[in-house]
């Protein structure tokens, strides 16, 4: 098997882009033990709270 780019999304809480790229670093290289190298960040985009869809980074982004 062969590798290849698979193509994601990923919502997280952050003050910045720098510190939302190197959170989904660290929670891709944890759980998919993927290595950073292998990893490539094409956007980073502001979300609206009402457009977020992942519950606990729109509670995260109610307290903060």
Known sequence: MGRKYQPFTQET???DENQAVE???SVLGSKHR????FI???S???VALDDVSDPL???LLREG
């Open 40 to 42: 490539r960040v094409k």
């Open 57 to 59: 980074v729109a509670h």
């Open 44 to 46: 980073v985009e502001k």
């Open 23 to 25: 959170k989904v670093l």
């Open 13 to 15: 809480a952050a003050k």
């Open 34 to 37: 993927t290595k950073r190298k």
